[in-house]
Each structure stands twice: as C-alpha cells, then as structure tokens.
C-alpha cells in the first residue's frame, strides 16, 4: 500500500511540475493583482467566458468594442471615433478609427465590423440580441451602416457598446466558436494581451498591448487569482492582492488601514417571488398587497442584513439607477394591521391559534429558499407573516432546484434574486414578461405589457422616463413579486490600482469596478 | 473466472448507466443552470437552439445514451458544457492537485494512525492509552472544514506564516526547487486539517484489533521466545493488525480521494476534483458529472483488485483460502 501511495506522490509531483511549467514567468513584483472568489470565469474569447458579468470583463481587456462607458456612463468613443443615428433609415452609422492594428499587426477595418455583425447572426452570441440587425453596409474602409429590424433604443450601450468585434482573418474559418480555444482566438485589439489562463487555479495573466490606440496602458501586468471570500480582506491587507470585493463586515478595518473602500451602487434586487400563476390566493392581487404589508423590510435590512443593504422598491428599480428610477412610485410600508384589513375583507376571520382561517382551512404557505444567505431573510418573514396570521412552512432547496421549482410553477413563495437593475431598463423587460425563472411572468396587466414594449422602442430619452415612470407605477399595484432589498457590495483596493464602478454598468450594465479606461492615460 | 468476468462486466454496465441517469434525474437543465441566472444576457431562441445543437442537448434521451455508451469505448468522456472544453482534459487537470492532497493525507494519517493505535492498544487501560484515545476522539470529533477554518485563522492571519488559500502563489515569478517548496507551504494547511479528520479511524481499528491480538497464543508464543517487546508489538501483533486497515484504505482512498476532502478544497480554495464535482453539480454539466463518477468507480474497482494481491503478502492464509 505505502509503494502504491508513493507512486501516486511521485506521479502528481511529476504532473504538477508539468502544469506549472506552463505558467509563464514574470517577476512578482510588477503584477497587479485582482482578488476573485470564483476564479474560473473561462476562456477569455468572446465564445469561450462564461456568460457572467465577471466573464465579460476579463473577455474584455483583450476585445474592444465600438463604444464604451465612461465613469459617469457617458457613451464614448472606441474603435468607432464617432457615429450618427438616421431616425428615418433606423441606421447607426460608425466613422471607425484608422489608427488600430490588431495584437498580430493585421490592420482593423470597417470589413471587420461588418464581418462581426454577420458572424454572430450565424453563430448566436448570448450577450446581444442579433435579430434586431437587419442588414450591415460598409461604406468604405473605415465607415459602416448598421440598419436595424425595428427601432431599438438601447443599441448603443447593449449593442454597440457589448459587442467585441472580432478579427475577420481569424473567425472567418471558425466554424465551432464555441469550442475554439487555440491562442488566435484571443487576438483582439484591447489594452491587454492573455499571458497566461489556468482554468483549474482560476487565474488570468494579461500584459500591456504597447501600440494600443487609445493611449498608455499605465499598467504593465495584471493578474486575477483566486482568493476565497474569508481570506480576501487578509490577502488585501497583507499586499498579497492589489483589489478584490470585500464582505461589508469589514468595510471599516480596511478603511482605517488606508486601503480605498469602492461601493457598488446597490442594483442587485432581492425578491419574494410568489407563483401568481398556479396558486389561487396568491394570484389575487389584494393578497399580494396584504403580504406586501406584512413584511418588515427595515427589520430584515437591519437584522438580517445588519444595515448593509437598502429597501427594496415596490417597483422593482433600484433608487440607485437614478436615470429611470420614480421616486414617487407607490410603496408599501410595513404596516401589519392594514394586512389584516385586507385579509379579513377577503374573508379569513382569525382562529384561536392566531392564525387566519377560511371553510376550516388554515392559511397557510411555503416558503422556499435556497441553502445559505437567505435563510435569514427567510427566517424574519416567516417571523412577520405569522404575526399577521399567516402560517409558514419554512423549506431549503439546492440552489438550481429552487430555479427549477419557481421556473415550474412548484411553490407558493420563494426568496431569490437578480442583478442586471443597473444599466438599460430593456432589462426589466427580461425580469417580468420574459420566459426563465428569472423572470416574474406576469401578463395579466396589458398596459404593462404595451408599455414594456414601447420603451425598447422609444428613442427619446425624455419620453422614455416617462414610461419607465409608469411601468414602475403599475409593477407596484400589481405587485408580482415584493422586492425586499438591494445589498451593498464592497470592493477594496490599494494605491497600485485605481479602480471605480460605471455608472449604470459595464457594457450591458456589468456592476463589476474593472473598466478598462482605468488601465488606459487616454 | 467466466461468471465472474460476466459479472464484472454487467457490474461496469449497471454502474455507467447509473452514472448516466443520476445526473439527470437533478432538478433543472444545463441551459437554465449555465446561463439563467444572468439577467444582462439575451438568450434569445435562436442562440438556445444553437447551444442546444452544439451541445447535443435537443437530442433524445436514448440517443444521447447510446452516443455516452460509444464514447466511453473510444477513450471520449464528453465535452463539458461549462468548461467548454473536452471532459478528459478538464478531468486530467484537476486530478494530480487531488492524489497530491489526498495521497499525502491518507498516508500520514494512515502511519500515524497505525503507530499510536499499536502503542495504545499495547497500553490498553494505562494512562498513555487514555491520553492517545481521548486527543484522538476530541481533535476528529470536529469537523473537516472547521478545523481548516481554525488553522487558517490562527496561522495565516493571525501568525501569518502560511499561505491563506490556493495551491501556490499564482504568478509569484518562482521557479524550480522555490516552485515546488511553494507548493508545500500551500500544502501544509489543508493537508494537516485533513490528517487529523482522518487519524482517527485508522487509529481506532488499529487498537481494537491490537488489543484482541494481543490475547492470541501466537504473541505468549513470542514473549517465551525472548523477543524483545517493540518485536512483538509491531512485527507480530502490530503487524496482524493491519488487515483491516487495508480494506478500509482500499474504500477510503476511491471514495475519499475524490469527494472527501470538498470542505476542505472550498475553504483552501484549493482545485481538486472535489469542488470540480460541487462545480458540475451546481452547473448541471452531465458530461464533467459522468466522466468524474466513472474515474471514481474505476478507481475503487482498480484499488480494490490492488488491495486482494496485498492482502495475500500481507496474510498468506488468504491465498490457501481460495
């Protein structure tokens, strides 16, 4: 047994020395690190990452696009140098940089952009919705015309703005983008080239593209390692790592130590999702109102979240996206005698056990809640629903059977959430009549659906708000899912990186602090 | 030999079915598990048809299974739908940083499980005895993921003399002999919060069996024989104690060598197949699952043949047995 045991030491050795001989080799000290707890975000090429903000990012230091956010969220130039909108045509028309070379010297043109646009019709990329292109003209070597299938006003930021363009002499003889991982495939025009990708170790090495078009890349090597959500703030702490997200428990210590606090803007919705569809009372809409009542959203911020989170909007729209958010929309504070008003109108009448009861049936619900962080919350509801008189069932699922169970119609009330509240409102579209668990499904109100539809559409910013301002009027009155909080996500870093959140998100709204336009004296 | 070759055989069918249909019989689909969660994508119908496709999702379950079945015959576990890439490769990846950690575990715990079992059993009652079995039983009794989380407070934040997580400092610019004592310092860690989950087993049995060993007119035999008392304990009783340990590493090292050590890999966020399968199973990625399951069932049946030839070496009445 010992022979056998050292044999299999002796052969990992030997393996494990052959894995790291691949990790390239660079002296320590000029690398800055990011901290990350998934580490694996996949294969950066715009096929190979996973489909995940995080994802997108580390994609995104190698490809450009043809415009990008700045900090406020401005949209601005990329590889495109300017663009105008044809409202009667429905066409954008990019006036593309002449200056740019792809890493391997070839030269970017519009043929490039065009090529791109195609290749995605053909081989779907999940990130951009390709249906809305109808055709893309190039009107010479660095002017193209994208005409769209119908008017689409997020374009710029969720089209424009989130398409890397691909090098034509590579893609145009792949046929399995999806597999393709040879090292052209990272050949893009971005501030940064790929050094090194370990899946298993979760970690990316990137170095400056020195010709980068846009200006110095005042960062020569920058890493992504994996550290685990306990050890970040020591790794911090300890200059073993440059940035990284930090729990909020934390916030203070690191603060005091001189290390710079970002905040995320809280766009992350935590939701009671409540099946409307197949179960009878919850499908009434004075029951939703009366459980909306019912919770005490401050007491699950303040004791659940322990104050690092703000309350949710009956709405659905963080107050932190300030650009669409309606401060008036209806809100329901907790108020549990008003519950009880309506409950009684409904025609419950209390029981002996406190508990509301109709034709001897007690009133009674489960609620279903992944393993892990919303236990708590789940435990303060159950808490305040039994204090107006409604009985909870408390149960825990895995992860992915919960999205299972509620993409199914299987439950009464579920605790879940979703980001993507930050950036372009089309994405409110996907969370309330789109299909997938993500999604509330409601189309009972067709006002609401009109409106949704509408507002993809409108190309006026003015009249745009207008109708967010009233979706989220109607989301509150007809309250599909009760919006509980938004937490707040901390990032830390030292003084060898600057870092900051994009107003509204990376690309289609990724609320991620690596916006490569820190990396870049432009 | 047919009927037990035959059996073998159907035993690998069963088993390679069974790793087939268990990871489908999970709640939800790799499509929704992949990409649902995300609310910034678009995944349009177009774009699901498409991964579909490329992934052999749409495909009936049967054809699906018979396409699994030939695979396995070619050598070809599958393509992974998360790691986008072929199961093998990702497989071969993750499964040296696994032997490292937990061939190493295993064997310290099964050397020092076996010494303080035979010196206590050999002092069974006294007071060494007593001391071993209690530190024993309190320091396993916690545990694996708690212990590490202890150590990794106390040395590496608190002392800050070993590295927090991970195999080795990434990008750390170390080569050679500096390389590879980086790895060990990485190693020290979760490598002793496993040790002292393990010792205890190991020890237990080891004690037990030393102690009704040690009533057998074979060690009498050798105290009228002169020898000396660490002889008889370790090369007479001690040694006779060792079969059951055996069996129990054959089991252990299959079954453990994946899947025991998955806190500890999360908590060290060290890669090894453990969090590799937590992975597969979060993400609904079949093909990882199957190939994963399938280097697992080999593994037992392969330690296990390893394991009838030692216990012949180890107690030559077994060979007079068949």
Known sequence: ?522 | MKKRWLSYIIAFFIIITLNFVVPRLLPGDPLSAIYGDEVLINLSSEARDYINEAYGLGKPLLTQYFIYIISIFKGNLGYSFYYKKPVLDVLTSYIPYSLLLMGLSMFFSGISGIILGIESGWRRGKKIDRFILSTVIFSSSFPSFFVGVVFLVIFGVILGILPLQGAREAYSGLTGIKLYLDFLKHLILPLSSLILVFISSCYLLTRNSMISNIKEPYVLLARAKGLSDSRIRYLHAGRNSLIPIATQSGIHLGTQLITGAIFIEIVFSYPGMGSLIYNSILNRDYPVLQGSLLIVTLLVLIINFLIDIFYVKLDPRINYAY
């Open chain 1, 1 to 522: 047994m010992r022979k056998i045991l050292f044999l299999l030491i002796l052969i990992s050795l030997l393996l494990l020395s052959l894995s790291c001989s691949s990790q390239a080799d660079t002296s320590a000290h000029e690398i800055i690190k990011i901290g990350d707890t998934t580490g694996d975000w996949g294969f950066p090429s715009p096929y190979g990452m996973y489909s995940r903000g995080p994802g997108y990012i580390r994609m995104s230091l190698i490809f450009d696009t043809l415009v990008w956010k700045d900090k406020e969220g401005n949209t601005i130039p990329m590889l495109a140098g300017s663009w105008t909108y044809d409202e009667d045509k429905n066409s954008f028309t990019f006036y593309l940089r002449k200056d740019v070379l792809w890493h391997d010297g070839e030269r970017f043109s519009a043929s490039d952009v065009a090529f791109t646009f195609d290749y995605i019709k053909e081989y779907p990329w999940v990130w951009v919705n390709s249906n809305i292109i109808k055709s893309v003209e190039i009107l010479d070597d660095y002017t193209v015309c994208v005409n769209l299938t119908e008017k689409y006003a997020p374009f710029l930021d969720n089209i424009a703005g989130t398409l890397p363009i691909l090098p034509r002499h590579i893609w145009e003889n792949i046929e399995d983008p999806l597999s393709y991982n040879k090292n052209d495939a990272l050949i893009g025009t971005g501030p940064f080239v790929l050094k090194d990708y370990n899946s298993q170790e979760g970690s990316y090495l990137y170095e400056a593209n020195q010709d980068y078009y846009l200006g110095d890349v005042n960062i020569n090597s920058i890493a992504f390692v994996k550290a685990s959500e306990q050890s970040m703030p020591a790794m911090i702490e300890s200059g073993e790592i440059d940035a990284g997200s930090i729990p909020p428990d934390v916030v203070s210590d690191l603060e005091e130590s001189g290390f710079e606090i970002k905040q995320e803007p809280p766009i992350w919705a935590a939701k009671l999702i409540l099946n409307h569809q197949t179960n009878e009372l919850i499908g009434e809409k004075s029951f939703r109102h009366a459980l909306a009542y019912a919770i005490n959203y401050n007491q699950i911020v303040e004791i659940s979240r322990r104050g690092f989170a703000v309350k949710g909007s009956a709405g659905l729209m963080p107050p932190a996206n300030i650009t669409w958010y309606n401060e008036n929309t209806p809100q329901y504070e907790y108020n549990a005698e008003k519950a009880k008003e309506i409950l009684e109108d409904m025609g419950w009448s209390i029981g002996k056990d406190l508990y509301y009861y109709k034709d001897g049936n007690v009133l009674r619900l489960e609620l279903a809640v992944s393993e892990g962080d919303f236990e708590r919350d789940a435990r303060v509801i159950k808490e305040n629903l039994k204090d107006v008189g409604i009985k909870i069932d408390l149960v825990s699922y895995e992860a992915k059977t919960l999205d299972s169970k509620i993409e199914n119609w299987d439950f009464d009330i579920a605790i879940s959430g979703h980001g993507g509240l930050g950036g372009d409102p089309e994405s409110l579209n996907r969370v309330i009549i789109n299909e997938g668990f993500n999604s509330v499904r409601y189309f009972e109100n067709e006002r609401l659906i009109e409106l949704l539809n509408l507002q993809v559409k409108e190309m006026d910013r003015a009249a745009r708000v207008q109708m967010l301002y009233e979706i989220q009027k109607i989301y509150s009155e007809e309250l599909p899912s009760i919006t509980l909080y938004y937490p707040h996500w901390y990032w830390a870093h030292n003084e060898n990186i600057n870092i900051f959140f994009t107003e509204g998100g990376i690309a289609t709204g990724i609320p991620v602090p690596l916006n490569k336009t820190a990396f870049i004296d432009i």
